[in-house]
């Protein structure tokens, strides 16, 4: 029974597909050809289509979020890094403790030996940092100030310890892990300050 | 000359903004916003979701970029439609679309008009009238030069489907532009 291709025939040749039948069928048929020949217009029509412009600029909304989620990125890569610092803070001093027990006076003694060698390192850079010329905010110098005194206050603890007992206390092992502590608050105070002032 | 320009934009940009500089990834934008709204604008039903679509594209684009591997000429202005395209599908599924989606085709029509200015209004005013499926899968397929298969990957339905909304759209067309008879 002769038919006419239908549509979805005839946008199937368009595209160089379509069945041999079909093929034949435009060949021979001069209304299926007219048909196909509409449809090649058609798109050509659609394609000439004027292009639209964006009523609004809307790159800064675009610029805004970007800007915002890095930042989020950021904080979060931040938060990742702490804790898995803390952990790693946690797991060393739990071993730490193993290790280093208050009933093993040589064990007691080296840590001790090792946070004065700490605290000369960082009262070293303190040294450097504390020396250069540069305007510091009154915040900042009653921060240096609380700080210096404390250290004062455990400078004379250490001293009477070392005076009384002449031996490796608890009580001075702990003195001298604050003494470090406090030292390097010191420096991260002079250094923010630095950084502060170069940026 | 929109060929030079994009040319242009992938050898001397790309590599910047493939590394987050803003500047370089605000030429990328400038450079295909118009690109991207009409095509935008040709699938969604109204200037908000086109803009909307705009917006989301680039936030995209601008995230993605240095994943982007394609060195082909032309392959980035694919890459970019493609994301708009995937874009402006996802807001024409929405709810309030497929609710008025059938009501849509056969409302407010107003017939032809004569002259090559009112062709271009008819068929404006007929792609108007197709549903908006239809209307999406006409212009990826006959414009923008999707095939079947990657219109129905993004539809998240089949070829036969994708096949069968260009045939329908193109006979609504026919007959919304009331096109004479091609004598033989």
């Known amino acids: 029974m002769l038919r006419h291709c239908t549509m979805a025939e005839l946008l199937e040749l368009r595209d160089g597909e379509g069945s041999a039948w079909a093929r034949t069928h435009v060949d021979e048929c001069g209304e299926c050809r007219a048909e196909l020949e509409r449809a090649h217009q058609r798109v050509a029509a659609l394609k000439a289509l004027p292009s639209y412009s964006p009523p609004r600029d809307r790159w800064p909304a675009v610029r805004e979020e970007l800007i915002r989620s890095r930042r989020r990125a950021r904080w979060q890569r931040a938060a990742w890094g702490g804790l898995t610092a803390a952990a790693a803070a946690i797991a060393l001093f739990v071993a730490g403790r193993g290790l280093i027990g208050p009933g093993t006076p040589e064990l007691m003694a080296q840590e001790v030996s090792e946070l004065q060698q700490e605290s000369r390192q960082l009262e070293e850079v303190l040294y450097t940092v504390a020396n250069e010329r540069r305007v510091v905010k009154g915040v900042t110098v009653a921060v240096i100030v609380a700080l210096e005194d404390r250290i004062a206050v455990i400078d004379a603890g250490i001293a009477t310890i070392q005076r009384d007992e002449g031996t490796v206390t608890i009580a001075l092992r702990d003195l001298w892990r604050e003494r470090v502590e406090l030292i390097d608050q010191l420096v991260t105070t002079h250094v923010t300050q630095v950084s502060y002032l170069g940026y | ?184």
């Open chain 2, 1 to 184: 000359m929109t060929e030079i320009t994009l040319t242009a934009l992938d050898e001397l940009a790309i590599q910047r903004a493939k590394s987050g500089d803003l500047a370089a990834l605000e030429r990328v934008y400038r450079a295909y916003e118009s690109t991207v709204y009409t095509q935008a604008r040709r699938i969604c039903r109204t200037a908000e979701d086109a803009e909307e679509v705009l917006q989301e594209t680039f936030l995209e684009v601008c995230r993605s970029i240095g994943k982007f591997r394609g060195t082909a000429p032309g392959s980035l202005t694919a890459w970019i439609k493609r994301i708009a395209s995937s874009k402006a599908l996802i807001r024409i599924r929405h709810e309030k679309y497929r609710q008025t989606d059938e009501l849509q085709e056969d409302s407010g029509w107003a017939g032809r008009r004569d002259g090559d200015v009112g062709l271009q209004l008819d068929l404006e005013a007929a792609l108007q009238q197709l549903s908006d499926t239809s209307r999406a899968v006409v212009w990826l397929h006959d414009v923008e030069g999707f095939t079947h298969e990657e219109i129905a990957e993004q539809m998240g339905k089949t070829v036969s489907f994708s096949k069968s909304q260009l045939s329908r759209a193109h006979a609504r067309l026919r007959g919304m532009l009331g096109e004479e008879e091609v004598q033989c």
